[in-house]
């Protein structure tokens, strides 16, 4: 049976990306959907293709660093962004208004 003490000390969550501490040594990344957006925001409007450590510096709020490499390989997964041979990062996602004005304005193949 856990002591109270044992019990309170197995789980805890910390820092403001949600990474959750498992008996107090291994941390298991868990980034909010505002953390995800914020990195897609920022990425989406930089105007040259950074590396991950520029652009892990010009998020506007410091995140762990295993959070924003799970946040990357999520993004790559959801082909929002793709890496070049050299590791810049590509913003590959097509969303902008005149986007959504062409598809709404689309007509069909028959």
């Not at 498992?22 to 990195?39: E, F, Q």
């Not at 010009?58 to 790559?76: D, G, W």
Request: aromatic share 8%.
């Amino acid at each position: 049976m856990f002591q109270n003490n044992q019990l309170d000390n197995s789980i805890q969550t910390s820092n403001p990306d949600n990474t959750i501490i498992i008996n107090g040594s291994d941390k298991v990344p868990n980034p909010t959907l505002g953390t995800i957006k914020m990195v897609e925001e920022t990425l989406s409007k930089m105007s040259e293709y950074p590396t991950k450590n520029k652009l892990w510096r010009a998020l506007p709020r410091q995140i762990q660093y295993p959070s924003f490499k799970m946040i990357l390989n999520y993004l790559e997964e959801s082909n929002k962004i793709m890496f070049d041979k050299d590791g810049t990062i590509i913003w590959t996602f097509a969303h902008s208004p005149e986007l959504q004005k062409l598809k709404e304005t689309a007509q069909p193949i028959e």
